[in-house]
């Protein structure tokens, strides 16, 4: 049995050799003829489905908790006077939607530190006098901004916006849309008064807007304690609301 390992050694060598000469030889012939075939089948089927890509549309993708899909319909229907100041992390959506209708004030992708600088003095109501005035309204009123669109929170603290509380007490700037998800408020001297009473709604509505907001914050963000706290500050300052407004925001926010 011994001696006869070599022989067996040598014939099994020289089987997998063949075998693997069988291998390479199926590859190349699938390589060669199948997959051609394949990829014209593949092509022909491409060919035959696009009539129906036009039905495909990215908005579709596109969610209201984290875009402002229902503040862009209404400026899209009833086009308010631009220009427009807008949170950053709409900025590319904005675009998308509004160009060249209305330019944004501000995108993510921005490489200008002057505008991150100012958009920053805006969002954060920057006190410090500017052309007279503070100077989150100094810079508005520079660009000749008439129209604003933001949510009242900042999506990752959780904290209120310093320009809601500003916005809030404000005469200057009427809150015109308001969904849950964003708000709209544009410049009184600017709009036509039609306009603004036809959409007027009174800013103590503003303290719903950041209920619901709130409460979408604890949903995204449950690790982060000051949606938490907004919510408990709301439901003590509910006075501060119309009064047929307490009932949702107590349901809200439970």
């Known amino acids: 049995f011994i001696a006869s390992i070599p022989i067996i050694a040598r014939h099994a060598g020289i089987l997998i050799t063949r075998i693997s000469q069988s291998m390479s030889a199926l590859l190349k012939f699938y390589s060669l003829?199948?997959?051609?075939?394949?990829?014209?089948?593949l092509l022909l089927l491409l060919i035959y489905r696009?009539?129906?890509?036009?039905?495909?549309?990215?908005?579709?993708?596109?969610?209201?908790?984290?875009?402002?899909?229902?503040a862009i319909s209404f400026v899209e229907k009833y086009e308010p006077p631009g220009p427009i100041f807008n949170y950053a992390n709409w900025g590319g959506y904005?675009?998308?939607?509004?160009?060249?209708?209305?330019?944004?004030?501000?995108?993510?992708?921005?490489?200008?530190?002057?505008?991150?600088?100012?958009?920053f003095s805006i969002i954060n109501a920057n006190q410090n006098l500017y052309l007279g005035m503070p100077e989150w309204k100094g810079?508005?009123?520079s660009y000749g901004i008439n129209l604003i669109l933001t949510p009242l929170i900042d999506r990752y603290?959780?904290?209120?916006?310093?320009?809601?509380?500003?916005?809030?007490k404000d005469d200057e700037w009427a809150l015109v849309y308001i969904d849950g998800y964003s708000t709209i408020f544009v410049r009184v001297t600017s709009?036509?008064?039609?306009?603004?009473k036809a959409h007027y709604f009174d800013k103590r509505m503003l303290w719903y807007e950041i209920a619901m907001e709130a409460r979408r914050?604890?949903?995204h963000y449950p690790d982060k304690e000051m949606f938490?706290?907004?919510?408990?500050?709301i439901l003590l300052l509910n006075r501060a609301a119309p009064q047929n407004t307490i009932p949702t925001l107590i349901i809200f926010l439970i």
């Not at 603290?157 to 809030?168: A, F, K, V, Y």
């Open 33 to 41: 003829r199948i997959v051609p075939y394949s990829l014209v089948i």
């Open 50 to 70: 696009a009539p129906t890509w036009g039905n495909i549309r990215l908005s579709d993708a596109v969610s209201p908790e984290w875009f402002p899909l229902g």
């Open 94 to 119: 904005l675009t998308w939607k509004l160009y060249p209708g209305y330019k944004v004030f501000i995108d993510t992708r921005t490489l200008n530190i002057e505008i991150f600088k100012q958009y």
């Open 139 to 141: 810079i508005l009123s």
């Open 157 to 168: 603290s959780g904290e209120i916006l310093p320009l809601t509380r500003e916005l809030m």
């Open 191 to 196: 709009s036509k008064k039609d306009f603004i």
């Open 217 to 219: 914050g604890v949903r």
């Open 228 to 233: 938490y706290r907004i919510s408990m500050f």
